[in-house]
């Protein structure tokens, strides 16, 4: 099987052997033994800890070994202990489902708090009043909650509501993005001369800045030259942070987030310091904070009193949010589709891409950074292959978990979760499930796109193609989480991610020369590598461990 996940904190595993140790104890006391009532548990070789210990230290052997023993025993909920937490993992739709309502009985406002704390930094005075504020997001508080005033989420929710998730939003930032992607592509890339590229590391670096300038600006990258550096290292170091050993047993990645955290900062108090909120364009881009959604996250802010450290991260964690995900799920939509075993993939791709293209040059930039859209989107995000391309990559490609914790005694289709407990359904037992994905010759570890089509009916060459991603699978395909928590960013991913597939198959031939083993520091040639690339490193999306090198040469 593929691998699942990749985190791994490569010289510090003895001392999180004897942390856990540590962590462990108290559990020997508060119940004895995993074993008893209820659903069945997951073995493990010492009890109590090596479970905790493979958790943490090898993500991707503890979700193989939880999917066989699911299949084995032919269960949707499994036990385990992580440290002193007892931990309920569960998949499928009656199981799953639960953990997106409200109501049930199951939070993710801890684990939420923890990560607003790791990753925006808000001064201590303001994460204080973000953690008191349980209310939820929804209209209405959560019952028992009434008597809080101090709505901040609800406020957070309705931003991301009005400026992200509506389609002129979406189309907005589309347009900003792909006007600087081609741009910086017309300027790398002379016409018909071949350049050799390594797909990752272009999107790594290209991607990540022109998404980022449409989002953000231009001040906060034309005033930090390593403002790419201090992103990639602080999204590399946001899992030890958050659920690592402590800063002076293991204090890289709480530098590499003291960084990237000071970054936003000088760039916030910049930004601020005269910024005429009168003049501002209402649904437009400008170069101080870029796009309409990061001006109401700093407004947002200010009128809700926080410090400008605060305000920083919030606004800051925006490019982290858009980026870590998004551009690695483009560097595998290139890469798999490019090397992919079925035939027919990249001439139906080409087709479909082709059949939405409308701006052939689409590098007028305009005076507030508009232009043209390359393509006609709609046609192109309801194009079958491109579709199905997209929903491959997130089924094999998303690592994380959908995380509550049980605030009172509750069930979960009617099985019973104590007070205190986990409850987790990890993306990746749903996603790599055999019964829900399947195919004959083709295992849910492969790369294969057409498992999420279907034929129908027939047209001019024969039978259509018709995407079918929820058809009998539902509870088994959930990247973006579910409910109203959902990633508010998921319809602008989409369209970047699809689109600079489309992007590339249209304005460019590609020749495939081989995968390779990226260098090491700066200047470092690339070796061949005897295998294709496999999930590496990821908070939420897993970045390739290997980069395809091709032989590119710009046609449009």
């Given at each position: 099987m593929a691998p699942l996940s990749g985190w791994h904190l490569s010289g510090v595993g003895v001392v999180i052997l004897l942390?856990?140790?540590?962590?462990?104890?108290?559990?020997?006391?508060?119940s004895g033994s995993s074993a008893g009532s209820g659903p069945p548990q997951l073995a493990e070789t010492i009890p109590l800890l090596s479970n905790s210990i493979e958790f943490v230290t090898n993500t991707e052997k503890f979700w193989n070994r939880a999917l066989e023993t699911m299949r084995l025993l032919n269960t949707e909920i499994l036990r385990f202990r992580l440290g002193w937490r007892q931990v309920y993992l569960v998949v499928g739709e009656k199981k799953t489902n639960?953990?997106?309502?409200?109501?049930?009985?199951?939070?993710?406002?801890?684990?939420?708090?923890?990560?607003?704390?790791?990753?925006?930094?808000?001064?201590?005075?303001?994460?204080?009043?973000?953690?008191?504020?349980?209310t939820g997001r929804g209209m209405e508080p959560i019952p028992g909650t009434e008597h809080i005033e101090d709505r901040l989420w609800l406020k957070w929710h309705h931003i991301f509501a009005n400026e992200l998730m509506p389609t002129k939003s979406t189309n907005n930032l589309a347009a900003w993005f792909f006007s600087r992607f081609i741009a910086r592509a017309s300027e790398l890339f002379p016409l018909n001369e071949p350049t050799e590229v390594l797909v990752w590391q272009f999107l790594q670096r290209h991607q990540t800045e022109c998404a980022g300038r449409a989002l953000c600006g231009d001040l906060v990258f034309d005033m930090n030259p390593g403002y790419l550096e201090a992103?990639?290292?602080?999204?590399?170091?946001i899992m030890p942070v958050a659920f690592g050993p402590p800063r002076w047993v293991y204090p890289k990645p709480h530098r590499a987030?003291?960084?990237?955290?000071?970054?936003?900062?000088?760039?916030?108090?910049?930004?601020?310091?005269?910024?005429?909120?009168?003049?501002?364009?209402?649904?437009?881009?400008e170069p101080v904070l870029g796009s309409p959604l990061l001006r109401s996250l700093a407004r947002w802010g200010i009128d809700a009193g926080f410090d400008l450290q605060t305000i920083a991260g919030l606004c800051g964690q925006q490019m982290s949010n858009q980026n870590s995900n998004s551009v690695p799920a483009t560097a595998w939509t290139i890469m798999d589709s490019l090397t992919c075993s079925d035939p027919e993939l990249l001439p139906n791709l080409r087709r479909e891409a082709q059949a939405a293209l409308i701006n052939m040059n689409g590098n007028a930039t305009g005076a507030d950074g508009d232009t043209d859209m390359p393509f006609d989107l709609q046609k192109l995000l309801s194009s079958p292959w491109l579709q199905a391309v997209y929903a491959e990559t997130l089924r094999l490609r998303v690592i994380f978990s959908i995380v509550r914790g049980a605030e009172r005694d509750t069930e979960v289709d009617?099985?019973?979760?104590?007070?205190?407990?986990?409850?987790?359904?990890?993306?990746?037992?749903?996603?790599?499930?055999?019964?829900a994905w399947g195919v004959e010759g083709h295992p849910p570890s492969e790369f294969w796109p057409r498992r999420h089509l279907s034929r129908t009916g027939t047209g001019e060459k024969g039978s259509l193609e018709e995407f079918a991603i929820g058809r009998n699978r539902t509870g088994y395909w959930f990247p973006y989480g579910g409910g109203i928590t959902m990633c508010p960013g998921r319809n602008f991913?989409?369209?970047?991610?699809?689109?600079?597939?489309?992007?590339?198959?249209?304005?460019?031939?590609?020749?495939?020369?081989?995968?390779?083993?990226?260098?090491?520091?700066?200047?470092?040639?690339?070796?061949?590598s005897d295998r294709r690339a496999q999930n590496g490193a990821g908070f939420a999306l897993c970045r390739p461990d290997r980069d395809l090198k091709v032989r590119i040469t710009r046609k449009l």
């Amino acid at each position: 099987m593929a691998p699942l996940s990749g985190w791994h904190l490569s010289g510090v595993g003895v001392v999180i052997l004897l942390v856990l140790l540590l962590l462990c104890i108290p559990s020997w006391f508060m119940s004895g033994s995993s074993a008893g009532s209820g659903p069945p548990q997951l073995a493990e070789t010492i009890p109590l800890l090596s479970n905790s210990i493979e958790f943490v230290t090898n993500t991707e052997k503890f979700w193989n070994r939880a999917l066989e023993t699911m299949r084995l025993l032919n269960t949707e909920i499994l036990r385990f202990r992580l440290g002193w937490r007892q931990v309920y993992l569960v998949v499928g739709e009656k199981k799953t489902n639960p953990l997106f309502r409200v109501n049930t009985g199951l939070t993710s406002h801890y684990f939420f708090t923890l990560l607003t704390d790791v990753l925006f930094g808000p001064t201590k005075k303001d994460m204080a009043r973000l953690a008191a504020d349980i209310t939820g997001r929804g209209m209405e508080p959560i019952p028992g909650t009434e008597h809080i005033e101090d709505r901040l989420w609800l406020k957070w929710h309705h931003i991301f509501a009005n400026e992200l998730m509506p389609t002129k939003s979406t189309n907005n930032l589309a347009a900003w993005f792909f006007s600087r992607f081609i741009a910086r592509a017309s300027e790398l890339f002379p016409l018909n001369e071949p350049t050799e590229v390594l797909v990752w590391q272009f999107l790594q670096r290209h991607q990540t800045e022109c998404a980022g300038r449409a989002l953000c600006g231009d001040l906060v990258f034309d005033m930090n030259p390593g403002y790419l550096e201090a992103l990639a290292e602080f999204e590399v170091a946001i899992m030890p942070v958050a659920f690592g050993p402590p800063r002076w047993v293991y204090p890289k990645p709480h530098r590499a987030r003291d960084r990237w955290l000071e970054v936003n900062r000088r760039h916030m108090a910049t930004a601020l310091r005269n910024y005429d909120w009168d003049t501002a364009p209402e649904d437009g881009w400008e170069p101080v904070l870029g796009s309409p959604l990061l001006r109401s996250l700093a407004r947002w802010g200010i009128d809700a009193g926080f410090d400008l450290q605060t305000i920083a991260g919030l606004c800051g964690q925006q490019m982290s949010n858009q980026n870590s995900n998004s551009v690695p799920a483009t560097a595998w939509t290139i890469m798999d589709s490019l090397t992919c075993s079925d035939p027919e993939l990249l001439p139906n791709l080409r087709r479909e891409a082709q059949a939405a293209l409308i701006n052939m040059n689409g590098n007028a930039t305009g005076a507030d950074g508009d232009t043209d859209m390359p393509f006609d989107l709609q046609k192109l995000l309801s194009s079958p292959w491109l579709q199905a391309v997209y929903a491959e990559t997130l089924r094999l490609r998303v690592i994380f978990s959908i995380v509550r914790g049980a605030e009172r005694d509750t069930e979960v289709d009617g099985v019973r979760i104590p007070r205190g407990a986990i409850v987790q359904a990890p993306i990746p037992l749903a996603h790599h499930n055999q019964a829900a994905w399947g195919v004959e010759g083709h295992p849910p570890s492969e790369f294969w796109p057409r498992r999420h089509l279907s034929r129908t009916g027939t047209g001019e060459k024969g039978s259509l193609e018709e995407f079918a991603i929820g058809r009998n699978r539902t509870g088994y395909w959930f990247p973006y989480g579910g409910g109203i928590t959902m990633c508010p960013g998921r319809n602008f991913a989409k369209q970047e991610i699809i689109g600079t597939l489309a992007l590339f198959l249209t304005r460019f031939d590609i020749e495939v020369l081989g995968w390779v083993v990226p260098g090491v520091g700066h200047g470092q040639t690339v070796k061949p590598s005897d295998r294709r690339a496999q999930n590496g490193a990821g908070f939420a999306l897993c970045r390739p461990d290997r980069d395809l090198k091709v032989r590119i040469t710009r046609k449009l």
